[in-house]
């Protein structure tokens, strides 16, 4: 028994002294639903809340990978530790190199200071979103000054990275339907800062117009910094940096804490609903959920009852 | 006591009957959360599972609406009811006329035999999942022989059609960026048929070609049929709904009583889901949820032990 607890007996320890694979074991404690995890985030989470966290969001293909990778290669320069999440499953962060960039992703991995992990979607019980936030609580008891997400999509993706950062920025490119589409849905209201990127594209100048056009629209209180990049060749990644500290300064002390607690509460609903969905689920797949279709099918039941039948099991069910 | 039960007392008898104010009156009933709606939908149930029941989902501006609007036409010339619920917020069916199409929506909505209805977003516990599965419900038990379901998206709308129907025909247009992001994303597995609408659009070719090229990547046996219309001009209308009933058909009985198994099977778990996540989200902004964040921002416990309360409160809150 002691045997078997031994390899995570110091884990917590280890992680606050930011030991690089303690840390990368912690993630995975957390991702597999190990018992191990309870405990593991009991003691990490009072030494949490000391990192900028910066999500990094935006439809397929408009470089979030590279920009981020540019990114990490400034924050470096400024002397700051990075955490780097992906929760794309085609980021070329999984992948570990950015081939054919400038910025190798591969310097990045072999740097002490960085931590880079992708986040599989299988296995635990609250899903991908559970594991984000715990392998980012993780990071940030770990010592790292900045955690950067990477996910793709907005407002519609499985884990939603609004209640996970502090300050978000939307990368969208020039000449993509994508852009106008997220415009157009309204999406301009979630990000702190929008970075149009690829800006030497010929179709840069209509795509700025169409971007300041339909921000103009918007209330200017909430209105999303605009700014432009070249990732690839590592221009404009200075002023998406300082677009983003500055944001979360303006903030304050007080606003920052209160968009924590919104985002913390988000995200305490966001993993209790996953865990909720999974377990009905499960029942469903077992022979209660056989019997309550048969019942439905012999017209013994109707669907109403038998949410309420599969709710009542689900509240049994621990 | 009476009095206050009279207007629902013989609610399921008159629907049951095919009465239009009767099956208005059932379906407001079920989207309010009406303790009335518990016993009806119990009446209903023996009663429903004759109509055939048809999704109409894809991108918006590809022409769902219209297309959803000649179907309706081509049925009524079948001689076959109908009920059309649609889910998409900016569908024309909201507005009851299609202006400057050749088939108008205001005839449909004069004809006694087809029964149109747009979905809110608002009010029900189980969200518009629920009503609409319960609004299919009731327009099934009142004996329309065809029922369609207009939702946007695929794949990640709010109202997932697949699990709601017998057949899902996915509407997609060329030179449409979505399009292309809808194959790549292996959307061609979800509908039985896609309808590529706008066919004398000047980049259809392209279209086809690269439609036809990413289904041949596909399993033969699962394989989408493809179908070409012109909706606003009423082409391709016949086509379209031949092959949607062909691949009903192709199920044979069956298969159509296992995929409605399982179609309810899901149904049963998204609005079980959809409760338990909107009882969560109550509780989170009640005085509990107050509680858990200010312990958590003291450090007396961690968001995994506040996720796990939440949880508890759920379970005993009713």
Redesign the interface.
């Known amino acids: 028994m002691a045997a078997a607890t031994r390899p995570f007996a110091d884990l917590a320890e280890r992680v606050l002294a930011g030991d690089r694979r303690a840390i990368g074991r912690a993630i995975s404690v957390c991702e597999n639903a190990d018992p191990a ?2 405990p593991l ?2 003691e ?3 030494h949490a809340g000391r990192a900028m966290t910066v999500g990094v969001t935006g439809p ?1 293909g408009v470089g979030k990978s590279t920009l981020a990778g540019a990114l990490v290669g400034h924050l470096r320069s400024l002397g700051k530790s990075v955490g780097v999440i992906a929760i794309d499953p085609s980021s070329p962060f999984t992948r570990g190199a950015l081939l054919g960039d400038r910025i190798r992703m591969s310097d990045h991995f072999l740097d002490p200071e960085v931590f880079i992990r992708s986040m599989g979607t299988r296995g635990h019980l ?1 899903g991908v979103a559970e594991a984000t ?2 392998a980012m ?1 993780v990071l940030d008891a770990a010592g790292k000054d900045v955690l950067l997400v990477e996910t793709v999509g907005v407002g ?1 993706s499985e884990v939603e990275v609004r209640s996970l950062v502090d300050v978000v920025s939307l990368v969208l490119q020039p000449g ?3 852009s106008i ?1 997220a415009i157009k849905a309204g999406l301009m209201e979630i990000p702190d800062v929008i970075c149009l990127n690829k800006r030497d594209h010929p179709a840069a100048a209509s795509a700025r117009r169409e971007l300041h056009h339909a921000l103009a629209l918007g209330e200017e209180e909430t209105r999303p910094v605009v700014v432009e990049s070249a990732a690839v060749e590592g221009e404009g990644i200075v002023e998406l940096w300082d677009a983003l500290e500055d944001r979360r300064e303006r903030l304050g002390p007080d606003g920052l804490r209160q968009r924590r ?1 919104e985002n ?2 988000q ?3 966001t ?3 996953a ?3 999974a377990r ?2 499960r029942l ?2 077992d022979e209660l ?1 056989g019997r ?2 048969d019942r ?2 012999a ?1 013994e039941i ?6 309420a039948e ?2 009542d099991a ?2 049994d069910d621990t």
Chains 1, 2 share one sequence.
């Open positions: 995890a309870e985030i009991a990490l989470w009072p397929p609250g936030f715990l609580l519609q993509s339907g994508d589409q607690r913390l509460a995200e305490l609903v993993i209790a609903a865990r909720s969905s009905l689920r469903i797949g959920g309550l279709l439905l099918d017209g109707d669907p109403v009852r038998a949410v599969l709710q689900a509240r």
